[in-house]
T-cell receptor
Framework: AQKVTQAQTEISVVEKEDVTLDCVYE???????LFWYKQPPSGELVFLIR??????QNEISGRYSWNFQKSTSSFNFTITASQVVDSAVYFC????????????FGTGTSLTVIP | DVKVTQSSRYLVKRTGEKVFLECVQD?????MFWYRQDPGLGLRLIYF???????EKGDIPEGYSVSREKKERFSLILESASTNQTSMYLC?????????????FGAGSRLTVL
């Protein structure tokens, strides 16, 4: 079974629109970590954020914000006032305390921001 | 600037050839990983290593082997390349831990097997 689901395969928005990327996860661990990575056209995945399962506070970093809800097992990512440089593939990932070094990645959401 | 460096960005090989993909990290990380990325499938773990000469199979180890003779270097080997191994290969590293550690990725190696 897929531990991390990113149902949106591709999204296109016009520059300055807001966009939300969905991530739903599945785990039985009480201690786990959630991540978002960005993969621009250059290919290298870049770390954006990590949350642990005990911290449900939403996070804002500039135009980026993350909404973590354990009740719905979701960790959604919103880009406000999108820009062309936000065009990339975005991956959500899960790691669990019990499996330590194992990371589970979603299939990614390809975001295109149209100027 | 800390880095994970993959030796080849693009490779073209023929079916049956032996292929080496090299990865070097300069962060003194204990863990190193090889992932394969395919459209619609996301990242799938091939092998990982948590110490020199140690290795663990990931989700799709068939057709691959790895070597870690030095802490900073983790090699992925395709003993006899096949067309279904045409893909993007990503190397990553992290410190030893309980899942909280961030992965640092290389830029990827795009392999085409003809």
């Amino acid at each position: 079974a897929q531990k991390v689901t990113q149902a949106q395969t591709e999204i296109s928005v016009v520059e300055k629109e807001d966009v939300t990327l969905d991530c739903v996860y599945e785990t039985r661990d009480t201690t786990y970590y959630l991540f978002w990575y960005k993969q621009p056209p250059s290919g290298e995945l870049v770390f954006l954020i990590r949350r642990n399962s005990f911290d449900e506070q939403n996070e804002i970093s500039g135009r980026y914000s993350w909404n973590f809800q354990k009740s719905t097992s979701s960790f959604n990512f919103t880009i406000t006032a999108s820009q062309v440089v936000d065009s990339a593939v975005y991956f959500c990932a899960l790691s669990e305390w019990s499996t330590g070094n194992q990371f589970y990645f979603g299939t990614g959401t390809s975001l295109t921001v149209i100027p | 600037d800390v880095k994970v460096t993959q030796s080849s960005r693009y490779l073209v090989k023929r079916t049956g050839e032996k292929v080496f993909l090299e990865c070097v990290q300069d962060m003194d990380h204990e863990n190193m990983f090889w992932y394969r990325q395919d459209p619609g499938l996301g990242l799938r773990l091939i092998y990982f290593s948590y110490d020199v000469k140690m290795k663990e199979k990931g989700d799709i180890p068939e057709g691959y082997s790895v070597s870690r003779e030095k802490k900073e270097r983790f090699s992925l080997i395709l003993e006899s390349a096949s067309t279904n191994q045409t893909s993007m290969y990503l190397c990553a590293s992290s410190t030893l831990g309980s899942g909280a550690n961030v992965l640092t990725f290389g830029a990827g190696s795009r392999l085409t097997v003809l």
